[in-house]
């Protein structure tokens, strides 16, 4: 409730400014330029001192990140210079960061991807994390060596984040380092047997079938047919099919690896 007074003070004191600038400029009126400019810096000055204050609470829950994203967009490129000031600083908790990256992709658009890819090299995962999400969101296909990168990222999120983006985005360029997450040992936990693979693992495969990596038919070609690849048996028929165009039948283990053998002796990889 004390947000939302405060929001609507702040409100009513942007509208009232917005009155009082509007009456200088009306026929008849012969405004001083330079008091005009400095009417907007303070209304400019209220807005992103108001902002940051609220963004700097540690107690913001859901209702109270979504007032003040309605309020920054509605306020427009007037929100920037506080919003990147949250992006900037570690005094403002994850989640505020996280959602000031978000509206600073919203309210500028295609024009803020540069300086929101250069949080992708964050020493903070979630402002890593938040930086592709939102150049996703930008639709920012052209950043394949952005994404690409992440995907060796130390935090199993943004990898996780990366290859996400990598799908949506259909980056075909990315497929190679898709696939070498394969060979990535933070891709895979300890556990008294030895390594066992992740879902992040299951869901590389998959990734290299939507982006019909054919360079990879030649591993899934053997792996598919060898017991130690059966926990990722379904995500390699899952690639195998997108990039062959075709689908085994259904029935056993031993039948599906027989049509796989069988059509990779079409294709002369094994």
């Known amino acids: 409730m004390k947000v939302m007074n405060q929001i609507k003070n702040l409100f009513l004191i942007s509208l009232f400014s917005s009155f009082a600038l509007n009456a200088a400029v009306t026929p008849g009126n012969n405004p001083d330029p330079k ?158 047997k030895g390594s066992k693979r992740t879902n992040l693992i299951k869901d590389a495969v998959k990734v290299v079938g939507d982006l019909k990596f054919e360079k990879a038919l030649d591993p899934l070609f053997a792996m598919i047919q060898k017991p130690k690849y059966e926990d990722i048996f379904d995500e390699m028929e899952y690639a195998l099919t997108k990039i062959t165009n075709k689908k085994s039948p259904k029935g056993s283990l031993k039948t599906k690896r027989s049509f796989w053998k069988k059509t990779a002796l079409s294709y002369k990889v094994i």
């Open 35 to 192: 008091k005009t400019v400095s009417a907007r810096k303070e209304i400019n000055k209220l807005l992103t001192d108001e902002l940051i204050k609220q963004f700097a609470k540690p107690d913001l829950d859901k209702k109270g990140l979504a007032d003040l994203r309605d309020r920054a967009i509605k306020s427009g490129g007037e929100s920037i210079p506080a919003l990147v000031k949250v992006m900037k600083s570690s005094d403002f908790p994850d989640k505020s960061r996280w959602v000031a990256t978000f509206l600073v992709g919203k309210i500028m658009g295609e024009k803020s991807a540069g300086f929101i890819a250069k949080f992708a090299d964050h020493p903070n995962w979630v402002m890593r994390m938040a930086s592709l999400k939102t150049l996703q969101a930008l639709k920012q296909s052209d950043k394949v060596n952005l994404f690409a990168k992440s995907l060796s990222d130390k935090s199993w999120l943004v990898r996780k984040q990366a290859l996400d983006s990598i799908k949506h985005l259909n980056i075909v360029k990315a497929a190679p380092q898709v696939w070498s997450m394969l060979y990535n040992k933070d891709n895979y936990y300890i556990n008294k």
